[in-house]
């Protein structure tokens, strides 16, 4: 089974900064696009940031000029960014890796943005 392990979440205040952390098996991440997805309490889960492996990068609307996808290809690792993040952020925060038309998942993350 293949593992997509998450890091990095908790209790940040709003206008704060949490950096989530995803690390996937070798053979998964080099050839995979990774993706951080979101979901809230009530809510469907949702595209936060993609980044394929050239580097290309999609944002949600909602989270554009905040938050920030990266990828380590030599440490199989993908992080996002998250800065002056607001209440509307707290979620469960998810990593995917997308390869071919296979999903892989991680357990999730919670974060909350709360003063």
């Known amino acids: 089974q293949v593992q997509l392990v998450e890091s990095g979440g908790g209790l940040v205040q709003p206008g704060g900064s949490l950096k989530l952390t995803c690390t996937a098996p070798r053979n998964i991440f080099g050839f995979s696009t990774m993706g951080w997805y979101r979901q809230a309490p009530g809510k469907q889960r949702e595209l936060v940031a993609s980044?394929?492996?050239?580097?290309?990068?999609v944002y949600a609307n909602s989270i554009k000029d905040r938050f920030t996808i990266s990828r380590d290809d030599a440490k199989n690792t993908v992080y996002l960014q998250m800065n002056s993040p607001i209440p509307e952020d707290t979620a469960t925060y998810y990593c995917?890796?997308?390869?071919?038309?296979?999903?892989?998942w991680g357990s999730g993350t919670l974060v909350t943005v709360s003063s």
């Open positions: 980044i394929s492996r050239e580097g290309n990068t």
């Open positions: 995917n890796a997308r390869l071919v038309m296979k999903d892989y």
